[in-house]
C-alpha cells in the first residue's frame, strides 16, 4: 500500500522533528517536506503532489495557517489539512471550520492519538476538538468572557484605544468602557495594558499582524 | 380793617410765591423730561405749569388790586374767595407730581445705558468684538479687537471685511506665527498668547470675535502628546504580541525537551533491564534509542537563522526556478515581509501561467521611494492580467504600508511595488 505524502508546516524544529518520528514510525504517511512558514506553502505544492498537510497556525515570518489553509482549500480541494497548534486562541476553531479544515488538534506528545487522528482525517473524517482549551485570565476562566467582550479584547490586545475600538465595532464610547470594565472586573485585572498582556500571554487572543 | 387787609396780602403773596415756584420747576422738569416717551408725565407736568400759572397770575393781580384798590371781575373775586386750604392741597398735588416725575427720571436716566457706557463696557471684556455692516463699515470695535488688528495685521482696523480676509487667508505681520487658517484662524502673539477668531452673521451685521485660546492650546499639545505616547505604547503592546510567539514556541520545546529527558530515562531503564536479562525485547530497545538520538541530532543540528528571504530562495529552488536579486533588499521588517510575500505570489503565478524558469527581482531606491520590480523569463500574457484574491491580498498590504501596486501586462508581465523608505529603527 502507498504511504500517504505529507506536508509539514511547523516553524518549531524540535515539534517538527516529533511529529516527523510519528509519521515516519506510523509506517503509512512519510513526511514528504518539512517547511517552517505557511507562506511558502504554495510554492511547494506546484510540483509536490501532497495528500495531507499539518498545519501550524501561527509560522514562521508571520504567516498564518489559517489563511493559507483558505487559499490552499481553493486551489486543491483534495488536500487533507489538519491544523495543529498549541495556542488556546478563541477563534482558532471557529475560522478553522470555516475555511474547511478537515481536522483539528490541539498539540500532544502522544504518538498513538496523534497517528489515530491522521487515520481517521484520511478517512473521511472531520476530528475537532469539543471545544478551545480554557486558560485563567487571572481570576477569570476563558469561558466566562461574552462574544462582545472577546471582540473588544481582541482589540485591545491589538493595541486600540477605546474611540477606535468602538468605531470598529460599530457601538458607542460608552458601550466600549462598560466592557472594559466588566472584563477588568471579571479578571481582577488594574489595567487594560495590563489584561492585553496577561491575554496576550496566555495565547488566548492572537492579533495578526497583517490584519 | 387795615389789618385784615395786610394779612390779605401776605397770604396772596405766599400762595403767588408758592405757585411761582411749582410753575418754574415744571417749566425745567418738562424741557428736560421733553424728549424722553414719558406721555403722562408731560400732561401732568403741562397742567401742573398751566394751572399753578394761572393762580400765580389771578394772586398777581390781586396784590395789585390791593395796592391801587381797583374793582377785580366777577371770577377773580370767586376764586379769590375759595378757602385757603383748597390751594394748600392744590400746591401739595402739584409738588407731589413734580417730585415723583423728578425721581423717576433720575432713576430712568441711570437705567438707561449710553452708547458710550456700551463701548466702555466692551472694552473691559477680555475678549475681541467687533461689529460691522456687510460692506465692512465697523460699528463697534473694542480695545481689544483693535490691539490684535495692530499686532496681527499692522494696522487700525478700518474694515472688518478685509480685517477677516486676512485672518482667514491672508499675510499676516512677520513676527505674528499662524497656527491656523480657515473658519477659525488662530495666532500666537510675540508675548506668547493664542488667539482664536471667529466670524458670524447676523442678518445685516457680522460680528467678528477674539478669544484668548492659549490655555486650551496648551491643554489640546499636552493631550496631543499624551495621545502619541498612547500610540508608542499601544504599539509596544502589539510588538510584545508578537515576541510573546516566541515565548510559547519555547514552552512547547521545554515540553518536548521534558518528554524526550523522560523517553531517554524510560529508555536508559529499558536497557539496564535487558542487559539484566529481564527482558528480551531488544528491537524496542533499539527503536527509542534511534528515536531519542534523532531528537537530540536535531536539536543540535537547530541554529534558526533562516530569514524570509532565504526561505524563499530554497522554496524556489525546490520548485525548479532561479531567483535573480539585484539591489539592496527591504531592511525594515514589515517592507521585508512584503517583499517576501509578494516574491512567492510573482513565483507562483510565473510557474502556473508563464512556465517561467527564473524569477527577477530589481530593488531601486528612487529618492525617498523603495522601488521593487518583479519579471520573470516565461511566456507573456495573452491578454490583460485580472487582479486574483493574491494580488489583492498583496496590494492591501502594500497599501498598508503606505505604498502602492502596480501590474504591467504588455509587452511582458511584471509587478511594481512602491514603498516609502523608512527610517531605521533604533
Known amino acids: 500500500m502507498e504511504k500517504y505524502k505529507v506536508l509539514l508546516v511547523e516553524d518549531d524544529p524540535l515539534a517538527s522533528q516529533l511529529i516527523e518520528i510519528f509519521i515516519n514510525n506510523s509506517g503509512r504517511y512519510t513526511l514528504e517536506k518539512s517547511i517552517n512558514s505557511a507562506s511558502m506553502v504554495g510554492v511547494y505544492l506546484i510540483k509536490n503532489k501532497i495528500d495531507l498537510i499539518l498545519m501550524d497556525v501561527c509560522t514562521a515570518f508571520n504567516a498564518n495557517g489559517l489563511d493559507a489553509v483558505e487559499k490552499i ?9 489538519i491544523i495543529i497548534t498549541s495556542q488556546p486562541e478563541h477563534s482558532y476553531l471557529s475560522r478553522a471550520k470555516k475555511v ?43 469561558i466566562d468572557f461574552t462574544t462582545r467582550e472577546l471582540e473588544v479584547l481582541r482589540l485591545i490586545v491589538a493595541g486600540e484605544r477605546d474611540l477606535e475600538i468602538a468605531e470598529h465595532l460599530g457601538i458607542s464610547l460608552r458601550t466600549v468602557k462598560n466592557h472594559v470594565q466588566n472584563l477588568k472586573d471579571k479578571t481582577g485585572m488594574r489595567n487594560r495594558t495590563e489584561l492585553a498582556v496577561r491575554v496576550r500571554d496566555a495565547g488566548f487572543v492572537i492579533i495578526d499582524p497583517k490584519k | 380793617m387795615k389789618d385784615n ?16 415756584i411749582i410753575t418754574c420747576m415744571s417749566i425745567v422738569l418738562l424741557f428736560r423730561i421733553i424728549k424722553e416717551r414719558k406721555k403722562f408725565s408731560k400732561i401732568l407736568l ?22 391801587f384798590s381797583r374793582e377785580l371781575p366777577d371770577i377773580i373775586e370767586k376764586l379769590l374767595n375759595i378757602p385757603v386750604f383748597v390751594y394748600i392741597i392744590i400746591f401739595v398735588i402739584f409738588i407731589s407730581i413734580i417730585v415723583f416725575t423728578y425721581i423717576n427720571y433720575n432713576l430712568d436716566k441711570k437705567r438707561k445705558l449710553s452708547n458710550a457706557s456700551i463701548k466702555e463696557s466692551l472694552d473691559k471684556l477680555p475678549t475681541g468684538l467687533c461689529f460691522a455692516r456687510i460692506n465692512g463699515r465697523v460699528i463697534l470695535s473694542n480695545n481689544k479687537m483693535n490691539y490684535l488688528s495692530h499686532n496681527i495685521i499692522g494696522m487700525d482696523l478700518q474694515n472688518a471685511m478685509n480685517f477677516w480676509n486676512i485672518l482667514s487667508s491672508g ?48 491643554i489640546n499639545s499636552e493631550l496631543k502628546l499624551r495621545k502619541e505616547e498612547l500610540l508608542v505604547l499601544n504599539d509596544r503592546l502589539f510588538k510584545y504580541g508578537e515576541s510573546v510567539d516566541e515565548l510559547t514556541r519555547t514552552k512547547e520545546r521545554i ?56 526561505e524563499f530562495l530554497k522554496a524556489a529552488e525546490n520548485a525548479g526556478v532561479e531567483v535573480k536579486i539585484t539591489g539592496n533588499i527591504p531592511t525594515d521588517i514589515d517592507q521585508n515581509r512584503l517583499f517576501v510575500r509578494a516574491a512567492v505570489e510573482c513565483l507562483i503565478n510565473s510557474i502556473r501561467h508563464a512556465n517561467a524558469t527564473t524569477l527577477y527581482i530589481t530593488v531601486k531606491e528612487i529618492e525617498n521611494e523603495i522601488v521593487i520590480i518583479y519579471e520573470n523569463d516565461g511566456e507573456k500574457p495573452k491578454q490583460k492580467i485580472i487582479e486574483g484574491g493574491g494580488i489583492s491580498s498583496l496590494r492591501y498590504e502594500t497599501e498598508k504600508l ?15 511595488i512602491y514603498l516609502p523608505k523608512r527610517k531605521e529603527k533604533n
Open chain 2, 171 to 218: 499675510e499676516v505681520t512677520e513676527d505674528i506665527e499662524r497656527l491656523e487658517y480657515g473658519e477659525n484662524p488662530s495666532f500666537k502673539l510675540n508675548n506668547g498668547k493664542i488667539w482664536t477668531f471667529s466670524y458670524t452673521k447676523l442678518n445685516d451685521i457680522i460680528q467678528i470675535v477674539a478669544s484668548d485660546t492659549t490655555e486650551l492650546s496648551e
Open chain 2, 402 to 416: 503606505c505604498g502602492k501596486i502596480e501590474i504591467v501586462s504588455n509587452p511582458s508581465y511584471s509587478l511594481m
Open chain 2, 46 to 67: 403741562i397742567v401742573s405749569t398751566i394751572i399753578s400759572g394761572l393762580i400765580c397770575t389771578i394772586f398777581a393781580t390781586e396784590a395789585r388790586t390791593l395796592k
Open chain 1, 100 to 142: 474547511n479544515v478537515d481536522s483539528f488538534w490541539y498539540k500532544t506528545v502522544i504518538a498513538e492519538e496523534f497517528i489515530t487522528l491522521l487515520d481517521k482525517t484520511m478517512a473521511g473524517e472531520h476530528i475537532y476538538p469539543d471545544m478551545t482549551p480554557t486558560v485563567m485570565i487571572g481570576n477569570a476562566q476563558s
Open chain 1, 73 to 81: 482549500k481553493k486551489d486543491y480541494p483534495e488536500i487533507k489539512i
Open chain 2, 255 to 310: 515540553e518536548i525537551k521534558v518528554n524526550i529527558h523522560r523517553e531517554l530515562g524510560q529508555a536508559i531503564l529499558a536497557t539496564k533491564s535487558y542487559l539484566a536479562n529481564k527482558s528480551n525485547d531488544s528491537q524496542s530497545i533499539i527503536n527509542i534509542w534511534k528515536k531519542n538520538i534523532a531528537m537530540l541530532k536535531r536539536q543540535t543540528e537547530y541554529v534558526g537563522n533562516e530569514t524570509p528571504v532565504s
Open chain 2, 5 to 20: 387787609n395786610l394779612l390779605l396780602i401776605y397770604i396772596n403773596a405766599i400762595i403767588m410765591t408758592l405757585f411761582f
